[in-house]
């Protein structure tokens, strides 16, 4: 069945002081109270008496009785419940006509049912407070009577290019921690506000272009605004912190999978005629559009991309997420991650992997050795027609580097013998630091292959810091592999935050800042040494993990070499956008730089990350 937010335990709490100047103060927030504040003076609630024109509905925790509306959707799996609408709205634009009613199990209810619903309104918050997210305004514990069937559906808004707004969001209140709970809506000028008005409602779009490939959970994502920082392939890039793309819009559907296939498209398909149902917030995508019609993906055949080879004088480095390998996965996943480092990368010369698990996978028994899993991976490259690459890494020290639990993942080099040496210095394991010699006048590493400062406190339950030395045609060069610490735990784009936290970066900093230390040290001995910082930097080419690589000089990050509407690597959310990186220093300045686009615009994925070559003559 499609996905849908996970529903945490409700939390009953008194509303207090700091609820209604917009601070929530639980995952779900209710009241034991029954007041009538903030009831209209008639005595009858309507559906835009509950939303009201701020994030929190004036009502949360009363009860309300015979709010009358037509349904809109039903849902019958993951977080239960039903759409209703009034048909005759108010004047107030930010005041959303349609509510959701929580009912836990199948409803009872039909699409075109006249209802009147009684119940306690909720303010629910999907991923629980923690998150950050916003709240879905609700009606839970409902008592619900069907007083018509067959009713005409109230006509859907049209979201489109036009309806919404280009700023994202407004900031937050400084009073309320930086929450935009409170403000009142301003859909005209703000397109949170704006889907915030409309949350509820039954809504639909016109022909869209996909910029979001369908994923595991039935899932998709469309852009209303096609001109919108677009990428060359037809994706939406994501290139600072103030480029949300206002025009995306998940898309899920209201028919079980059963029932209906989810269908099945790219980035750059096209989501042709109306796609119509309620719109509702949840923990993976925010609003998102639940369609009770969905219209029909037209392929535009994206393809995977092809680097051309390097030629005699160049060297080809590649970098490669390739997302948790390990001797247990198909031989087909291994065969289609060969055949994309022969065919799509050429068979770079260098290859640093990211995310190669230990021998035995997630099983969690003290393996730490993952010899097994790399030699199966190069038997499949040869099996394709590459190279026979040899390999250098150091094993990680049990559960100390993060990854999937009792799954060991770290970076590895592979390399060309026929193109390129690998200059080995005895020593390195887990726990102790190359450090940077001088070798007649030249720079040198003490560990080689070598892990750069793993006692330093930045690298806590992540990957340390892969550096290996080797040569190509006389001339040594330097290359670090990484795999920075995850965004996890950061505020999402669409937080009640504005802007969100993303407390994860405080680590990526640090990480940065000792990556970049270490290359100055190499610069210090050998000015024009030539060194790479490859991998999956988890972290936008903007950011300050950026900032931190490339201090005084020190590196540059050679993606800021293509088009903007070519830098990305990471697909999320519908935004494109950059998380692994090539960085150089100053000596290579004349290069060619490819993100090779093979696997995150596509449903079909060996990967969520594509890779990313540079060719440089050293």
Known sequence: MPAASSRTTAVSAVVTAALAAGLLTGAATTSASASTAGLPVDGQVRIHDIQGSTRISPLVGQQVADVAGIVTGVRTYGTKGFWFQDPNPDADPATSEGVFVYTGSAPTVAVGDAVTVSGTVTEYVPGGLDSGNQSLTEISKPTVTVVSSGNA??????????????RYTPEGDPAAGGSINALTLRPSRYALDYYESIEGMNISVGTSRVVGATDAHAELWVTVKPRENDARRGGTVYGSYGSQNTGRLQIQSL????????????VGDVLTGTTEGPLDFNQYGGYT?????????TGEGLRRETTRKQRNGELAVATYNVENLDPSDPQGKFDALAAAVVDNLASPDIVALEEIQDNNGSKSDGTVAADATVKKFIDAIVAAGGPAYDWRSIDPQDKKDGGEPGGNIRQVFLFNPERVSFTDRAGGDATTATEVARERGRAALTLSPGRIDPANPAWEDSRKPLVGEFVFRGRTVFVVANHFASKGGDESIFSEHQP???????????????????VKKLLSVQKNADVLVVGDI???EFSGTAKALTAGGALYPAIKSLPRAERYSYVYQGNSQVLDQILTSPSIDDFQYDSVHINAEFADQNSDHDPQVLRFRP
Do not use: C, I, W, Y
């Open 289 to 297: 559009l639940t369609a009770r019609t969905m219209g029909t993906v």
């Open 538 to 540: 988890n972290d936008f």
């Open 153 to 166: 559906v109230p006509a859907p808004v049209r979201v489109s290019e036009r309806s919404v707004p280009s």
């Open 500 to 518: 969100p936290t993303r407390s994860s970066e405080v680590q990526r900093h640090a990480q940065g800042a000792v990556v970049n230390t270490f």
């Open 255 to 266: 028919v079980p999978l059963a029932q209906q296939p989810f269908p099945k498209a790219d």
